[in-house]
């Protein structure tokens, strides 16, 4: 059993060291990358209650709108500073923070809707603390690479982003 757990703590410090390696790496694609699958999977997993009418689906739904607001929220931040060719990047820290507190409830609130197990403690705030820093990434970065571009093509950068990263409302959709 001793041996078992020398192997468990071994793998567990493998897989934060290369989680921490990820996160100090990344490029913006990667970062892009992750919070565009983190929106598509939201949008997704809607609807698999969107036309329920339990409590639980119903509070789900509630949820869902309330992450797509703080992430929209953020999303906005950001391509405002690209779009202003703001002289610092932008401090989404007050933003990242429920944006990333508001989709893990969807999750939770999802998981009852569906009858899933829920998530343990830690795993939701090992789960909060990479989003903060994947949105505190893509802001950076997004910000970095565009910075220096003419109005126009800051204009247009932030367009696609926000044609990227913005979530749909329960109403936009299917």
Known sequence: MTRNIQRLTVLVAMLTGAAVLHAATATLETSLAEADARRKAAENRLGQIKSTSSQSAEAAKAL????????????????????EGTKAAPDVSSLAEPAATSLLAWVSGLDKALGNPESSAAIAEGSRKQVI???????????????????????QASAALRARLQWKTLEQLP
């Open 133 to 155: 820093q994947n949105l505190a990434d893509v802001a950076a970065k997004a910000w970095q690479k565009n910075r220096a571009l003419s109005a126009e093509k800051r204009r």
């Open 64 to 83: 869902y709108g309330d992450a797509a607001a703080k992430n929209n929220a953020w999303v906005d931040a950001v391509c405002r500073a690209i779009e």
